[in-house]
C-alpha cells in the first residue's frame, strides 16, 4: 500500500523530486553534437559516391537519433531549471503524454532501423542474387516509411486506453505505465517488451549469419588463390574488407543498443508482471535507453569505414618504411602486402636479398 502511494505521488507530483540539470545538458549536447557530425560525414561521402542502401538505413537511424534527443531532451532540462514536473510545465498531460510517446515510439524504431540494417548485410552476403536483383535504394526508403508508421500507430494506441503514459520520479520524465492496474494496460507493456526482445534476438542472429558466411568466403578467397586468379583475388579481397567493415559499425551499434535497451526490457517485464515498480531502477534504465541515441553517432564517427581503413593504411605504410631486412615476407603482416607472396615480385625480392653483402649467390 505504502508503495502504491509512493508511485501515484510521483505519477502526480508538480515539482522536481531530485537531481541537477548537468548530466542532462552534457548528454543532450554530446548527442547533438555526434549526430551533426555523422550527418556531415554521411553528406561527405554521398557527395563522393553513390549512396547504397546501407548508408540510406545508416542516414535514417542517425537522423531518427537526432529527433528523439530534440523530442525530450530540451523538456528534461527545462524541468530541472524550473523546478517543476513534466505535468507542472503545462499544468495537464499534454508534455508528460508527449514525453511518453516519444519515448516508446523512437526505442521502437531505432531498434527495427537497427533489424533492417542487420537484415540488409544478411541478404547482401548471405543472398546476393537476390540482393543484387530486387533490392536498391528505393526499398530502404519503403523499409523506413514502414517503420515509422507502424511504430506511430503502436504507440498511439495508449491514447485509446490501450496502454498508459504516466510520469515518473524524480518527475522529469514520463513512460508506460510500469505497474498498471489494469489488465489491458498489462498486455500492452508486454506486448512492447516482447517486441524490443524480438527484434534484439532477429538482430543478432542475422550479423551471427553474416559472420558465418563472411568466414566462408574468406576461407574459398584462401583455397581458390593463385597466380591465374591474382586479379579476382584482390577484387574478392577488397569485397571482404568492405563487408567486414560494414559488419563491425552494424555489431558495434547493435551491441550499443543491447546494452542501452535491455534493462529498460527486463524493468518492464519484472515491474508488470510480479507487480513492482522501483523508481530508482526505473530512472537508471531510462538512462541507459537515453544514451543510445548519444552512443549511435560516435560509433558511426569513429567506426566510420574510412577511420578505420586509414589507421591500417597508417599502420601498414610505417611497416614498409623499416630497413631492407625488415620488409622480407616472412616478418612483414601479411595483410599489408599488395598480392599473395608468390610469382615474379617474390623472385625479384630472392635477388635483392641475394645480393646484400654477406649472402650466399653475392
Known amino acids: 500500500m505504502a508503495s502504491q502511494t509512493k508511485n501515484y505521488s510521483c505519477h502526480e507530483r508538480l515539482d522536481v523530486s531530485y537531481g541537477s540539470p548537468t548530466t542532462s545538458t552534457i548528454m543532450f549536447t554530446a548527442g547533438v553534437l555526434g549526430n551533426v557530425v555523422a550527418l556531415i560525414l554521411l553528406e561527405v561521402r554521398r557527395r563522393k559516391q553513390t549512396a547504397s542502401l546501407f548508408q540510406v538505413l545508416v542516414t535514417s537511424l542517425i537522423i531518427t537519433d537526432l529527433l528523439g534527443t530534440f523530442s525530450v531532451s530540451p523538456l528534461v532540462i527545462t524541468a530541472y531549471l524550473r523546478n517543476e514536473s513534466l505535468l507542472g510545465l503545462s499544468g495537464n498531460s499534454l508534455v508528460c503524454a508527449h514525453f511518453g510517446y516519444a519515448m516508446t515510439f523512437f ?11 542487420a537484415g540488409e548485410r544478411w541478404l547482401s552476403i548471405g543472398h546476393p542474387y537476390f540482393y543484387e536483383k530486387r533490392l536498391r535504394k528505393r526499398c530502404g526508403y519503403i523499409a523506413i516509411t514502414v517503420i515509422y508508421l507502424v511504430g506511430a500507430l503502436f504507440c498511439v494506441t495508449p491514447f485509446f486506453g490501450f496502454g498508459n503514459y504516466v510520469q515518473h520520479c524524480p518527475g522529469t520524465w514520463c513512460f508506460i505505465d510500469m505497474d498498471p492496474p489494469e489488465h489491458r494496460n498489462k498486455v500492452f ?50 569485397s ?29 517485464y519484472i515491474n508488470t508482471i510480479f507487480n513492482s515498480e522501483g523508481h530508482k531502477k526505473d530512472l537508471i534504465a531510462l538512462l541507459f535507453l537515453s544514451a543510445n541515441p548519444i552512443i549511435d553517432p560516435w560509433v558511426f564517427i569513429i567506426l566510420s569505414p574510412p ?7 597508417k599502420m601498414c605504410k610505417t611497416a614498409k618504411s623499416k630497413p631492407t631486412q625488415e620488409k622480407l615476407p616472412s616478418i612483414q603482416p601479411a595483410s ?15 635477388k635483392v636479398y641475394r645480393g646484400i653483402p654477406g649472402n650466399a649467390g653475392s
Open 107 to 117: 526505442s521502437i524504431v531505432t531498434l527495427a532501423i537497427l533489424l533492417s540494417m
Open 189 to 238: 507493456n508486454i506486448i512492447y517488451a516482447s517486441c524490443l526482445l524480438a527484434m534484439i534476438v532477429c538482430t543478432v542472429l542475422c550479423n551471427a549469419s553474416v559472420i558465418y558466411h563472411l568466414l566462408l568466403m574468406y576461407r574459398r578467397r584462401k583455397a581458390n588463390r593463385s597466380s591465374i586468379r591474382r586479379l579476382r583475388g584482390q577484387k574478392r579481397r577488397r
Open 240 to 268: 571482404i574488407t568492405k563487408e567486414v567493415e560494414h559488419l563491425v559499425l552494424l555489431g558495434f551499434m547493435t551491441i550499443a543498443f543491447v546494452i542501452c535497451s535491455l534493462p529498460l526490457v527486463i524493468q518492464v
Open 307 to 313: 577511420v578505420p581503413r586509414l589507421l591500417w593504411h
Open 336 to 350: 599489408c602486402q599488395t598480392s599473395p607472396p608468390e610469382g615474379p615480385e617474390v623472385v625479384n625480392l630472392l
